[in-house]
């Protein structure tokens, strides 16, 4: 089982690796849902840390609607992580109707590999999330964040179990939403999967 933490500094990361989570994913502006965090972040990360980290790649809080400038910014923040010798990236960006960009998606996979790719809880805002499993694993998507498009797993465990059934092979899902070290048992036990996310997971 993979349990990834996720993080708002550096020093969280470190602490994140010495209570033994698995992976990190390593964020800025946690209050607003995660942002990019600075350059000198992700390189300290990248030197100091054993443990791999995915970096999100999101130029602001709020909706996941970009505008081609704000999609630019991400393209330049995720050369800079290939660059930087990051594991990984976690990116998502929708149409005004809640639907996957994916043109601007594919432009990021793109530039990405070999990089590992999640697609973020940007999914939870689509009505049928099940449905883009398959489409997100064939463009190069080697994860899915999702909490089932509840607010906790347990809430979407119902979607969660669905995504992961549609997965199969090709994809993995992260299983998000108040994900706990005091209820991963329960959850882990109840909705079978490889990969675990949460802040306070460890």
């Not at 990361?13 to 990190?24: C, F, H, M, V």
């Not at 393209?75 to 639907?99: M, Q, S």
């Not at 960009?101 to 070999?114: C, G, H, R, S, V």
């Not at 694993?137 to 969660?160: D, P």
């Amino acid at each position: 089982m993979i349990r990834e933490k996720c993080i708002g500094s550096f020093l969280e990361a470190l602490e994140a690796q010495e209570l033994g989570a698995e992976r990190i994913e390593l964020c800025d502006n946690l209050a607003e849902g995660g942002t990019t965090p600075s350059y000198g972040t992700i390189k300290m990360v990248v030197e100091k840390l054993n443990i791999p980290a995915f970096v999100i790649i999101r130029p602001r809080g709020g909706d996941f609607y970009y505008t081609p400038e704000e999609i630019e910014i991400m393209k330049e923040d995720i050369k800079l992580c290939k660059e930087l010798g990051v594991e990984g990236v976690v990116i998502g960006a929708l149409n005004r109707d809640n639907t996957i960009n994916y043109d601007a998606i594919k432009e990021m996979i793109d530039l990405a590999k070999p990089m590992s790719i999640t697609f973020h809880k940007a999914i939870d805002e689509l009505e049928n999330p099940v449905a883009e499993v398959k489409k997100l694993a064939n463009l190069g998507v080697n994860r899915i964040l999702t909490s089932g498009t509840k607010e906790t797993a347990l809430e979407g465990q119902e979607i969660l179990k669905e995504m992961i059934k549609e997965a199969g092979e090709d994809i993995i899902i992260i299983v998000a939403g108040k994900v706990t070290k005091d209820n991963l048992d329960e959850i882990s036990k109840l909705i079978l999967a490889k990969e675990y996310h949460g802040k306070k997971i460890i």
